[in-house]
């Protein structure tokens, strides 16, 4: 158990790492008996976090930190920096890696289906309503 000097008046010790702050500096707790958290919003972000992860995909942080070694920190579609978010197949529940947050969106608004990303691609690159002439009258469209 830590034990601390004096804790001034209007203060609480962090429990995690034994530093002193000012009730002004800490986060609202309805569950602790002064109202008060005993641990800092980084500290609770950083268990928040690692909380999430093992609920919902089993997975520890490190275990994250895995999946983006070997792309240098960049998104593996869109080459961007910084992915954070953990793309799984919604009907397998398999994680297949680490995309920014963009790339991870575009691929639930597709609903994961090939197909569809597949016509995006053609639409983008101006492919889908381009008619072809076959005969007066008579136009093909693209497939």
């Known amino acids: 158990m830590l034990k601390y000097p004096t804790v001034p008046t209007g203060s609480k010790p962090f429990r995690s790492y034994g ?18 958290s005993t641990r800092c919003e980084k500290c609770r972000a ?13 997975m520890t942080v490190e275990q994250r ?4 070694d070997g792309r240098f920190g960049n998104c593996p579609i869109c080459p ?9 197949d919604h009907e ?9 947050f963009s790339c991870n969106a ?4 597709f609903r994961d289906r090939p ?7 053609a639409y983008v690159e101006g ?5 072809k002439f076959v005969a007066p009258g008579v136009y093909l469209l693209p497939s």
């Open 19 to 36: 530093e002193v702050k000012s009730f002004g500096e800490r986060h609202r707790d309805a569950t602790a008996s002064d109202g008060l």
């Open 46 to 58: 950083v268990a928040g976090r690692a909380g999430h992860l093992n609920r919902t995909y089993g």
């Open 65 to 68: 930190r895995s999946l983006l």
């Open 80 to 88: 961007g920096p910084a992915p954070e978010h953990v793309d799984h």
């Open 92 to 100: 397998t529940g398999r994680v297949r890696g680490v995309l920014c």
């Open 106 to 109: 575009a691929l639930g608004q």
């Open 115 to 121: 197909d569809v990303m597949r016509r995006a691609v």
């Open 127 to 131: 492919n889908v309503w381009k008619p």
